[in-house]
């Protein structure tokens, strides 16, 4: 089935430097969908392929069928916030918010009526007649939000949109975007280097490194069955072991890890060949530390307190660090710097990974 | 801060002396009553009289300033199309060489110039006058302009132009719409620049000048020939105030630019980040 948006064996090369290697992607209709990686792992290029700010080297971008490659960016039914907001300083608000109606030739009521309508949504109806210089951040982030949408585009671009806002400012805004974006029913294409944002806001998430694609799905599923080392670790923390000799009974997998300084349990998966080098993985909140029992032998070495949870970090037998998170629910930490401790895991926390 | 001491304030009082000087000693002179340059006659206007009576001094003021106006409008306007190309095109082979060549002329010696642009001229079989020495002033203030321009357009958020074109303008509408707004005093100071360069150039206009175009310059050099007269003074006096209010207009504008910039940041800053 075709989806709203196809890129099809997309790559972009500045001489011998690759940004964009080989991607597929298929983006549905109404989605909020980010590309997230670190920077340099091409996201931005891919954004602004979209856009038509770049020519792919090679490769296709479609949408709703059609193929829009080599249609240039003032022709693309796509709207980009830009990562500066890049708002005109020789406008005021409304005549930035204006500029994209202007260029379609909509006569003047009609403008009007539907900057009235965005500014309203947009809590911007005061500010009409201000410049950008006499704006805050915020407001800034919203005009150039508004200058966008008020063209209705197909796809909504949003270039690190949020990154020259502060934390408290920054989730507020990751909500609001979340909600505009269902009452629209706009399809968003968000880039960004912060996996909790990405979390926050997206219907589907892509983790890019390196120019391609590693895996793509809902924010659970990348984060609770992540398929390479490198996505485990990029989306929260997690602890890693490499895995050696693997004894399967029933849908369980008894891995031998030196690296753990014992044997560790997995539920089975057929989707990581046990003859390859393997690693296990199991999120710090889902381990279980106790003074007596089974599991894997080690010392409390740091204890940190966050308010919400304990973080604990134990140095294994092994030499290995593990970490753990409870929450804080109240009582006491029971455990201490220096003391011996058991960790444990249920055979389902566990996550095996290939390279 | 600290205090300066007198050595200090004493090579600041020689420097300025040693720059200023000689042209105070002109501007006092310009007023001076007697026919005798070196000597002096008590407060006079009359030699301003004059020369604003003098048609070929008109004449030559004429020349100048048409010269001025039209060359730095050209050089304002090629000298942006060059800044486009060296800042918005950041790789292309070629591109370190262009930036020389652009630059050169400020540092070529001024006869070679004019003996190469008076060569082309004779080749090209133009006449000589008003027009050659256009074209001529065009060429040497370009760089200048293109310095200035430059310098501006790449402060200039190159997302701007994209949005532009994002929200459905093609490319070269909106660099008009978008970038050139933005570069005003950059072109203000630019043309105010290249027509005081241009306004007071001898060596170039003596060069590419044909029969009855001379500009102002050119009538003050020839009339020294016959001994330096009280006129001379009140011409050069009234050029350098031309050329003082020039440069005085072009950092003024681009102060006023730098201000607003600085109250902008200010105003963020008190009304803080909501």
């Given amino acids: 089935m075709q989806s709203y948006i196809s890129i099809e064996n997309l790559a972009k090369s500045y001489g011998v430097v690759t940004a964009v290697n080989n991607i597929n992607l298929g983006i549905e209709k109404g989605e909020f969908f980010s590309l997230l990686g670190p920077s340099g792992c091409g996201k931005s290029t891919l954004l602004r392929m979209i856009a038509g700010f770049e020519t792919p080297t090679t490769g296709a971008i479609k949408l709703e069928g059609a193929d829009v490659t080599d249609v240039p960016a003032h022709k693309r039914p796509t709207n980009m916030m830009f990562q500066s907001y890049a708002l005109f300083p020789h406008l005021t608000v409304g005549r930035n918010i204006a500029f994209g109606l202007q260029q ?18 947009l809590q911007l109806t005061a500010l009409l007649d201000r410049k950008p210089a006499q704006l805050s951040g915020g407001q800034r982030q919203r005009v150039a939000l508004a200058r966008a949408l008020v063209k209705r585009p197909k796809v909504l671009l949003l270039d690190e949109p949020l990154g ?57 599923e990348v984060y609770e069955t992540p398929q390479s080392r490198y996505v485990a670790k990029f989306l929260g923390e997690t602890n890693v072991f490499a895995g050696g000799r693997a004894d399967r009974s029933g849908g369980e997998l008894q891995i031998e890890s030196d690296e753990a300084g014992g044997p560790v349990r997995a539920a089975f998966t057929e989707r990581v060949p046990l003859d390859r080098p393997f690693w296990v993985s199991v999120r710090p909140e889902r381990v279980e530390l106790a003074t007596s029992g089974g599991g894997l032998e080690g010392t409390v070495e740091q204890l ?15 030499g290995a660090t593990l970490d753990a998170r409870r929450v804080n629910l109240g009582a006491e930490s029971d455990l201490a710097v220096g003391d011996r401790v058991f960790a444990s895991w249920s055979p389902q926390a566990s996550r095996l990974l290939a390279e | 801060m600290t205090k300066p001491s007198w050595f200090n304030r004493l090579s600041i009082l020689f420097g300025l002396a040693f720059l200023y000087l000689p042209i105070v000693v002109l501007v006092i002179y310009s007023f001076n009553g007697s026919k005798l340059v070196t000597v002096w006659g008590g407060f006079s206007t009359q030699w301003y009289a004059t020369v604003l009576a003098n048609p070929s001094i008109i004449e030559g003021a004429k020349v100048s300033f048409l010269v001025a106006a039209v060359s730095a409008t050209a050089a304002t306007i090629l000298g942006t199309l060059a800044a486009v190309v060296m800042v918005r095109l950041r790789r292309f082979r070629g591109r370190a060489l262009l930036n020389g060549m652009l630059l050169a002329p ?11 642009m008076l060569l082309m001229f004779v080749t090209l079989g133009i006449d000589r006058g008003p027009l050659t020495i256009t074209l001529a002033h065009t060429t040497f203030t370009l760089c200048f302009a293109t310095v200035v321009l430059q ?41 105010l620049l290249s027509f005081t360069l241009s306004l007071d150039d001898l060596v170039i206009s003596s060069f590419t000048t044909g029969p009855g175009a001379s500009t102002l310059p050119m009538k003050i050099y020839s009339q020294i020939k016959f001994g330096v007269t009280p006129e001379i003074n009140a011409i050069s006096t009234i050029i350098l105030g031309t050329v003082v209010l020039g440069l005085v207009a072009a950092q003024l504008v681009s102060r006023r630019a730098e201000q607003r910039g600085k109250r902008r940041c200010l105003k963020q800053f008190e009304t803080g980040d909501s």
């Avoid at chain 1, 009609?110 to 009235?116: C, P, S, V, Y």
């Avoid at chain 1, 966050?306 to 092994?318: A, P």
């Avoid at chain 2, 074109?165 to 707004?181: E, I, W």
């Fill in chain 1, 104 to 121: 379609d030739g909509l006569d003047k009521g009609e403008i009007k009526k539907r900057i009235g309508e965005v500014a309203e949504k």
């Fill in chain 1, 164 to 220: 020259a806002l502060d934390k408290n400012l920054r989730t507020e805004t990751q909500l609001e975007l979340v909600r505009l974006q269902r009452e629209l029913g706009l399809t968003f294409i968000i880039v960004t280097h912060d996996q909790h944002e990405a979390m926050t806001v997206s219907t589907r998430i892509a983790i890019m490194k390196q120019g391609q694609v590693l895996q793509v799905g809902t924010p659970s």
């Fill in chain 1, 304 to 318: 940190s307190y966050t308010g919400v949870e304990r973080h604990y970090r134990v140095r294994l037998k092994s």
């Fill in chain 2, 106 to 116: 400020m540092v070529m010696p001024e006869v070679v110039m004019a003996v190469s």
């Fill in chain 2, 151 to 191: 310098s501006r357009l790449v402060e200039l958020d190159p997302s701007l132009e994209e949005a532009a074109r994002d929200l459905g303008c093609p490319p070269a509408k909106a660099f008009v719409s978008v970038a050139l707004p933005n570069m005003v005093p950059a072109l203000v100071s630019a043309w």
